[in-house]
């Protein structure tokens, strides 16, 4: 772990800026304000945490009677604080009523504890975090209030999901029962309730159907606020040094007027015609759809075939925009539908109709990929229109999120189960950080076997928002030998970049190996959806981040560029592949940058000349 110095400076002030203000340094791509941050924000912050609650909880709630129920209580440990003053505080608890609570959230009463609180901790920053707290009134009022309207079913239904439970569990840990046990069972119960009241599910309800007391632990909240903002300054630190590169490599790049070359975001003249089909799996319970796009070409052209492996929660018409747009260029495209993690098995589980999403689907998915193509051989074997025209010896494969990982394992990574086993049971914020491992830790339960996943048939992948930092690891990454693109989103926080894309590209060896940072792309920045279809699940606009159909065009060129090198040997198509034509391609919001090559040394150094600088 990096040891970070950082020189005392203002640092409440920095960090409301940051917090009402809503800076983010990433964005603003200045390493330097990326350091001020973490220095101001980890220097002080057990004293802001510390401020922030006794002056939030003081100044909302009302005095709590004799005799009302003592639903929150704040375990405070003891704190000697030296900066500015010197404040020294015994351990205690504060304990609060729900019903007072409710009661500021409706008439926005202020206490008379208000002002012991204040003269406890006087010091100019807690008396302006007291004016800020005073004019923010209404948003307090307004966030306790807030109604989220959720399925009850589905809320149901998720909590039972492996996914839920940890999630719960993570929560757990700060929002303890008052015999200090992990809360999630109670959690659990106080969502179901809150979902189905009348009233929606909003904070208040949430506390008032806990089922006893709640207990916080501030010094064990403050630790895990640490050890998250560490870990998440270090992302940005990270993420910005790389795009500076990325930058820099395009000022040595040899200079190309792009505008004299062909367009590769415009669709191609080649007509297609799409077919719909279905294939079997045998581990499955029924056959599979499956979509393939068929270029209409002269006879004597032998045709490259593209797999698009879609995501968890996703299906056939999730790439239809790339899947076109690779057809109309002469690829046939071949699109399956993983029934095991399809939308329509997700939705089917939030139904209550079907069993969960389990370990078996790491093996079902590469499975029905090799099924499809075995299928397909015989099928245009027979059909004298076709025969002889498809290469299945020159397969690429286009994979997001879970089709990422079906796209690697095909390749040649193994499952990583034994170290995965060890990961997963152990407790620790990779988890709170990094969702995508609730899903890898489910084939924990597969036997211990040989899985031979890889097709000899693939010969260059895109893995797009990848999860595998725990399914295959380093050692299995480093085990494929032909050409890999990662594309990592760096508002991703369902597949972080920092573990699922950036680590596992260190540890590629394959030469032909490309990183692509796109920024402030999400985990659903690549992901279309027509206009026509109908969405049963929708995902929160801030969770989808800006218009996904703005990034369509430039993974239609990259992923052009791409096959023309490495399935149809066009090694006039490499200047694509360059931080320089990204750049010329860019449109707003989106930013697009690649590298060729990093290191761990790398890394390590970045984070070392950080700690140095402090």
Not at 89 to 99: M, N, Q
Request: net charge negative; glycine share 6%.
């Amino acid at each position: 772990m990096v040891f970070y110095r950082c020189k005392a400076k203002n640092i409440y002030q920095y960090i409301m800026n940051i917090i009402l203000a809503k800076i983010d340094p990433l964005h603003q791509s200045k390493k330097n304000e990326v350091t001020q941050y973490f220095c101001l924000s980890k220097m002080l912050i057990r004293r802001f945490i510390l401020a922030l609650g006794l002056s939030i909880l003081s100044a909302i709630f009302t005095k709590v009677p004799a005799g009302a129920a003592e639903k929150i209580i704040i375990d405070i440990p003891a704190l000697k604080i030296q900066y500015p003053i010197t404040v020294s505080l015994p351990h205690f608890r504060l304990k609060i009523s729900v019903k007072n609570i409710e009661n500021f959230a409706k008439e926005g009463e202020y206490s008379q504890e208000f002002t012991f609180y204040s003269e406890m901790l006087t010091t100019a920053e807690t008396k302006e975090m007291q004016t800020v707290l005073q004019k923010n009134k209404l948003d307090l009022q307004e966030l306790f209030q807030t109604r989220f309207d959720l399925n009850p079913s589905i809320v149901k239904a998720f909590l039972e999901e492996p996914a839920g439970k940890e999630i719960l569990k993570g929560l757990g840990r700060i929002l303890r029962t008052e015999d200090n046990q992990n809360g999630s069972t109670a959690l659990k119960t106080a969502l179901e309730l809150s979902v189905s009241d009348p009233d929606g599910l909003t904070i208040i309800n949430l506390l008032k159907n806990f089922p006893g007391d709640i207990l916080i632990e501030l010094e064990n909240s403050i630790n895990l606020t640490e050890e998250l903002l560490r870990r998440f300054i270090e992302e940005r630190l990270i993420l910005a040094e790389l795009q500076d590169q990325a930058e820099n490599l395009a000022q040595a790049e040899k200079k190309i007027d792009f505008q004299s070359l062909p367009d590769l975001r415009q669709p191609g003249n080649v007509r297609w015609e799409k077919q719909s089909l279905f294939f079997r799996n045998p581990n499955r319970d029924r056959s599979s759809p499956a979509d393939i796009y068929l270029p209409q070409l002269s006879r004597n052209q032998l045709i490259p075939v593209i797999v698009i492996s879609h995501g968890l929660g996703s299906d056939l018409n999730s790439f239809v925009y790339l899947a076109e747009h690779l057809a109309s260029h002469g690829f046939a495209v071949v699109v399956p539908e993983h029934i095991g993690s399809s939308a329509e098995k997700i939705e089917s589980i939030f139904g209550g109709f079907s069993t969960p999403v389990d370990g078996m689907e790491f093996i079902n998915r590469p499975l029905d990929i090799k099924y499809l193509l075995d299928q397909l051989e015989e099928k245009i074997a027979s059909d004298p229109i076709w025969r002889g025209r498809l290469n299945f010896q020159q397969v690429g494969v286009v994979g997001q999120s879970f089709g990422g990982y079906t796209a690697l394992s095909l390749a040649g990574a193994p499952l990583n189960l034994e170290q995965l086993r060890q990961n997963c049971q152990s407790e620790d914020t990779r988890f709170i950080l990094n969702l995508s491992l609730l899903l890898q830790c489910q084939t924990i339960k597969l036997p211990k076997t040989n899985y031979d996943l890889q097709d000899e048939r693939i010969k260059a992948i895109i893995a797009v928002n990848p999860l595998i930092s725990g399914v295959l690891g380093s050692e299995g990454v480093g085990k494929i030998e032909i050409p890999v693109m990662i594309v990592a989103s760096t508002k991703d926080i369902i597949a972080p970049p920092i573990p699922e894309q950036i680590y596992p590209f260190i540890s590629l060896t394959t030469p032909e190996r490309y990183l692509v940072l796109s920024e402030p792309a999400t985990h659903f920045s690549f992901i279309g959806v027509g206009e026509e279809q109908e969405v049963s699940l929708e995902i929160p606009q801030e969770l989808i981040g800006p218009n996904p159909a703005l990034a369509y065009s430039s993974m239609q060129a990259l992923t052009l560029a791409w096959f023309q090198v490495y399935l149809q040997n066009q090694n006039g198509s490499l200047p694509y592949l360059s931080e320089s034509y990204l750049e010329y391609i860019n449109q707003e919001p989106f930013n697009f940058s690649l590298l060729r090559s990093l290191t761990e040394t790398d890394i390590q150094k970045l984070l070392d000349n950080f700690s140095e600088q402090k």
